[in-house]
């Protein structure tokens, strides 16, 4: 007997792939895509680690180098981080969890597929035709007059997926506030629908000013307009702050989904309602609200005002608080649970660990004398990887691991999924703690010849960046054996209450049988809410 | 169908409010340089054409009055003369587009336009680069809106000529009435900005 038609078997030409207006399929194009340029990435950040091993750096110039990590930085920032949990995951299980049949706009999703492969492939061909030096900030007047690169042809890429981003943020709010089904209220959501709210909220009112900032570098390049130029009155710290509005409540774009997939790691895998819902939810929301108050802190010594920075300083301070709410929450919502270690929980646990690691670091840069003390350095490269790759890399695992089996249909080995997430957290570490404490030491970050007393900490962590590597490719070989030989999923293999596992994995073409109802809290694992949920 | 309709709304909303942070950005950055440079930037306005300016105001004002006509008209079966409407929305937009053609040709005559040909005799040389420079992202990028909304103009008069909208169907001309009075909304701000500094008293 064949199995049930579902939306992967609905009609296997390449063609009704790429002119699909599925959800699931766009989420899986986005799956391939970001794949793919985690890997080119990830490249990168390898032959970083490699040239750092040595002191004087034999094994490329310091021209290749500069354009190897602002390769490294742009595609991991534009093209993996920000689009990797809400187009990937986001995109399949949103409409899943809010039972409707597909997003508020298929077509405009499709086509933000199409937009964020034109500005992905248009970014890789700068980045291999010669690349950029600028680094991922692209800082002025240095991209605008100096640079010796493709600067406006990779801006060009970035501002081109950035109508992608704002499409995906704008197609979840309207689908999240329009879409519910009956009986599905905002406090009874999912958080990781609140989370994917407030991202979208920052996608789409933080993305025009990075386009508009770009739109201004590429016509000052070009056309040399001057308005990041000094020597015609133009202000190069302008750039900084138009850079940053975007750029910093970007860090909360790629932190919020990871902390909403985390959420739901920890209610199933603890079998226990999340510890204070309604505040985890809203801090969520906090946090991209403050976010847009806080770019400052990126520009302590670039000569703002002392006043500006110290308001600066207090809104980062601030950020803290939501962000604080959260992990205390989880931890809490563990607190006398039924815990099963199975590897998205394990994943989760990591995040806990290394989220809380780089937010404490957070709190060092955002307090003003400190940071004058570490700006540049590696305590803030260590810092953000923290947050990006412990935090947001691993939630990313996690809920790829947790979601497989509703988007493939298969079980994942879990043996192989479990020794992957611990070497991942293994790897991180030994990679990033050790550039903690160059930062301190005063090793300033993007320089390839450093002072041979800094060579251990670097040996150290180009170690760990071998097993890291290892780690990052495990997943690529199980999950892709699991996709043709792993054991069949139900349902719902987890026991888990959200509607997406109500459906049959994968779901058919339109989601859900009939118009499923809502009439209890997201994360009910009593045994009446069980029986519930497998009658609705 | 009624939920349809609010869907399309909503996501013209959300899209509108992109869009108020992309000229935001722009305005701001503006605001900085006029602050920092007041004199300059009242000189430079100063050459501005403010008679095809207002005259283009009215123009986009105008269209904008059209465009809200049709949209109330829509609803009561007069598709044909909320075609009528939205295609004159549509031409005014054109003479628009003309207009400022004709402005950046005179411009570029006085060598105001930086990035093409700008030469400034005077001390304020450099700030009033800096504004010409505003002046021609910000008007250039708002041609591109009009442009835009000319063209959906267009096709939403010609599918309501075919009788597309009723009652219950009129999303797509509300929707793209919002946009059109959004392009107009900018223009205002624009023309406050680019044409008046330096003129009173």
Same mark, same amino acid.
């Given at each position: 007997?064949?199995?049930?038609?579902?939306?992967?078997?609905?009609?296997?030409?390449?063609?009704?792939?790429?002119?699909?207006?599925?959800?699931?399929?766009?989420?899986?194009?986005?799956?391939?895509?970001?794949?793919?340029?985690?890997?080119?990435?990830?490249?990168?950040?390898?032959?970083?680690?490699?040239?750092?091993?040595?002191?004087?750096?034999?094994?490329?110039?310091?021209?290749?180098?500069?354009?190897?990590?602002?390769?490294?930085?742009?595609?991991?920032?534009?093209?993996?981080?920000?689009?990797?949990?809400?187009?990937?995951?986001?995109?399949?299980?949103?409409?899943?969890?809010?039972?409707?049949?597909?997003?508020?706009?298929?077509?405009?999703?499709?086509?933000?597929?199409?937009?964020?492969?034109?500005?992905?492939?248009?970014?890789?061909?700068?980045?291999?035709?010669?690349?950029?030096?600028?680094?991922?900030?692209?800082?002025?007047?240095?991209?605008?007059?100096?640079?010796?690169?493709?600067?406006?042809?990779?801006?060009?890429?970035?501002?081109?997926?950035?109508?992608?981003?704002?499409?995906?943020?704008?197609?979840?709010?309207?689908?999240?506030?329009?879409?519910?089904?009956?009986?599905?209220?905002?406090?009874?959501?999912?958080?990781?629908?609140?989370?994917?709210?407030?991202?979208?909220?920052?996608?789409?009112?933080?993305?025009?000013?990075?386009?508009?900032?770009?739109?201004?570098?590429?016509?000052?390049?070009?056309? #040399?307009?001057?308005?990041?130029?000094?020597?015609?009155?133009?202000?190069?710290?302008?750039?900084?702050?138009?850079?940053?509005?975007?750029?910093?409540?970007?860090?909360?774009?790629?932190?919020?989904?990871?902390?909403?997939?985390?959420?739901?790691?920890?209610?199933?895998?603890?079998?226990?309602?999340?510890? #204070?819902?309604?505040?985890?939810?809203?801090?969520?929301?906090?946090?991209?609200?403050?976010?847009?108050?806080?770019?400052?802190?990126?520009?302590?010594?670039?000569?703002?005002?002392?006043?500006?920075?110290?308001?600066?300083?207090?809104?980062?301070?601030?950020?803290?608080?939501?962000?604080?709410?959260?992990?205390?929450?989880?931890?809490?919502?563990?607190?006398?649970?039924?815990?099963?270690?199975?590897?998205?929980?394990?994943?989760?646990?990591?995040?806990?660990?290394?989220?809380?690691?780089?937010?404490?670091? #957070?709190?060092?840069?955002?307090?003003?004398?400190?940071?004058?003390?570490?700006?540049?350095?590696?305590?803030?490269?260590?810092?953000?990887?923290?947050?990006?790759?412990?935090?947001?890399?691993?939630?990313?695992?996690?809920?790829?691991?947790?979601?497989?089996?509703?988007?493939?249909?298969?079980?994942?080995?879990?043996?192989?999924?479990?020794?992957?997430?611990?070497?991942?957290?293994?790897?991180?570490?030994?990679?990033?703690?050790?550039?903690?404490?160059?930062?301190?030491?005063?090793?300033?970050?993007?320089?390839?010849?450093?002072?041979?007393?800094?060579?251990?900490?670097?040996?150290?962590?180009?170690?760990?960046?071998?097993?890291?590597?290892?780690?990052?490719?495990?997943?690529?070989?199980?999950?892709?054996?699991?996709?043709?030989?792993?054991?069949?999923?139900?349902?719902?293999?987890?026991?888990?209450?959200?509607?997406?596992?109500?459906?049959?994995?994968?779901?058919?073409?339109?989601?859900?049988?009939?118009?499923?109802?809502?009439?209890?809290?997201?994360?009910?694992?009593?045994?009446?809410?069980?029986?519930?949920?497998?009658?609705? | 169908?009624?939920?349809?309709?609010?869907?399309?709304?909503?996501?013209?909303?959300?899209?509108?409010?992109?869009?108020?942070?992309?000229?935001?950005?722009?305005?701001?950055?503006?605001?900085?340089?006029?602050?920092?440079?007041?004199?300059?930037?009242?000189?430079?306005?100063?050459?501005?054409?403010?008679?095809?300016?207002?005259?283009?105001?009215?123009?986009?004002?105008?269209?904008?009055?059209?465009?809200?006509?049709?949209?109330?008209?829509?609803?009561?079966?007069?598709?044909?003369?909320?075609?009528?409407?939205?295609?004159?929305?549509?031409?005014?937009?054109?003479?628009?587009?003309?207009?400022?053609?004709?402005?950046?040709?005179?411009?570029?005559?006085?060598?105001?336009?930086?990035?093409?040909?700008?030469?400034?005799?005077?001390?304020?040389?450099?700030?009033?680069?800096?504004?010409?420079?505003?002046?021609?992202?910000?008007?250039?990028?708002?041609?591109?809106?009009?442009?835009?909304?000319?063209?959906?103009?267009?096709?939403?008069?010609?599918?309501?000529?075919?009788?597309?909208?009723?009652?219950?169907?009129?999303?797509?001309?509300?929707?793209?009435?919002?946009?059109?009075?959004?392009?107009?909304?900018?223009?205002?701000?624009?023309?406050?900005?680019?044409?008046?500094?330096?003129?009173?008293?």
């Amino acid at each position: 007997m064949s199995a049930p038609r579902n939306y992967l078997t609905e009609d296997n030409r390449l063609r009704s792939w790429f002119f699909t207006t599925d959800h699931k399929r766009v989420a899986v194009l986005y799956f391939a895509s970001i794949t793919l340029f985690f890997f080119i990435g990830g490249a990168a950040a390898t032959l970083i680690r490699l040239e750092l091993i040595n002191p004087q750096g034999h094994l490329v110039t310091s021209d290749v180098y500069n354009r190897l990590f602002t390769l490294h930085g742009v595609i991991m920032v534009w093209f993996f981080l920000i689009p990797s949990i809400p187009n990937t995951i986001g995109n399949f299980i949103v409409p899943l969890m809010i039972g409707a049949r597909d997003l508020a706009f298929p077509r405009l999703n499709l086509a933000s597929w199409y937009l964020f492969m034109a500005g992905g492939l248009t970014t890789l061909y700068a980045m291999f035709a010669g690349g950029v030096d600028t680094g991922w900030t692209f800082y002025t007047p240095f991209s605008t007059m100096y640079s010796n690169g493709y600067v406006v042809l990779a801006v060009t890429g970035v501002f081109i997926a950035g109508f992608s981003s704002i499409l995906t943020g704008l197609n979840f709010i309207v689908t999240i506030h329009r879409l519910r089904v009956p009986g599905l209220t905002w406090y009874r959501l999912p958080l990781f629908l609140w989370s994917l709210y407030a991202t979208s909220v920052i996608l789409v009112l933080a993305t025009p000013v990075l386009a508009m900032t770009l739109l201004l570098v590429a016509l000052d390049r070009a056309f #040399g307009i001057g308005i990041f130029d000094p020597a015609r009155g133009g202000d190069p710290l302008l750039f900084q702050h138009l850079f940053w509005f975007y750029s910093h409540p970007a860090v909360y774009i790629m932190i919020l989904p990871g902390m909403g997939v985390v959420s739901e790691l920890i209610a199933v895998y603890s079998r226990k309602e999340v510890f #204070g819902y309604k505040f985890v939810a809203w801090s969520a929301i906090a946090i991209a609200g403050v976010g847009f108050f806080v770019w400052g802190h990126h520009m302590f010594v670039s000569g703002q005002s002392p006043f500006a920075g110290l308001v600066f300083s207090f809104m980062s301070f601030i950020v803290a608080v939501p962000s604080a709410i959260k992990v205390f929450n989880w931890t809490a919502t563990m607190h006398k649970g039924w815990i099963r270690y199975d590897a998205p929980m394990l994943y989760a646990l990591g995040f806990i660990g290394l989220f809380t690691m780089g937010g404490l670091t #957070g709190l060092f840069l955002a307090c003003l004398a400190y940071d004058v003390y570490v700006t540049d350095t590696y305590f803030v490269v260590a810092h953000f990887h923290y947050i990006m790759v412990g935090g947001m890399v691993t939630a990313y695992f996690g809920g790829l691991h947790y979601w497989w089996p509703k988007i493939t249909g298969r079980l994942y080995p879990e043996y192989w999924a479990r020794a992957a997430a611990i070497l991942i957290f293994f790897g991180f570490n030994m990679t990033f703690f050790p550039q903690f404490i160059l930062g301190i030491e005063g090793m300033p970050r993007r320089y390839h010849v450093y002072p041979p007393e800094f060579q251990v900490w670097h040996v150290l962590s180009s170690a760990g960046a071998s097993i890291l590597a290892v780690a990052y490719a495990l997943p690529l070989f199980y999950l892709g054996w699991s996709l043709f030989f792993g054991a069949r999923a139900g349902a719902n293999p987890w026991q888990a209450t959200g509607l997406e596992w109500q459906t049959t994995s994968p779901p058919p073409k339109h989601n859900f049988e009939g118009t499923p109802i809502v009439k209890r809290k997201p994360y009910d694992f009593t045994v009446k809410g069980k029986a519930r949920a497998q009658n609705a | 169908m009624r939920q349809q309709h609010d869907v399309a709304q909503l996501g013209m909303w959300v899209f509108l409010a992109t869009e108020v942070l992309f000229f935001g950005g722009l305005i701001l950055s503006y605001c900085v340089y006029r602050s920092a440079y007041p004199a300059a930037f009242a000189e430079a306005a100063r050459h501005t054409k403010i008679i095809i300016g207002a005259a283009n105001t009215a123009v986009l004002l105008t269209s904008s009055f059209l465009v809200a006509w049709a949209v109330a008209i829509v609803k009561l079966r007069q598709s044909r003369f909320a075609a009528v409407l939205l295609w004159g929305a549509g031409v005014l937009g054109v003479i628009f587009l003309v207009l400022k053609g004709i402005e950046y040709g005179m411009e570029y005559d006085e060598h105001l336009l930086p990035g093409l040909d700008f030469f400034y005799p005077g001390e304020q040389a450099r700030a009033v680069g800096l504004f010409f420079s505003f002046y021609i992202v910000a008007t250039g990028l708002h041609a591109i809106h009009v442009a835009v909304g000319i063209v959906v103009l267009g096709v939403i008069g010609a599918r309501a000529r075919q009788r597309a909208y009723s009652d219950a169907y009129h999303s797509p001309v509300t929707v793209a009435g919002l946009y059109w009075h959004f392009v107009d909304m900018v223009w205002i701000f624009l023309f406050a900005l680019i044409y008046l500094p330096g003129r009173s008293g």
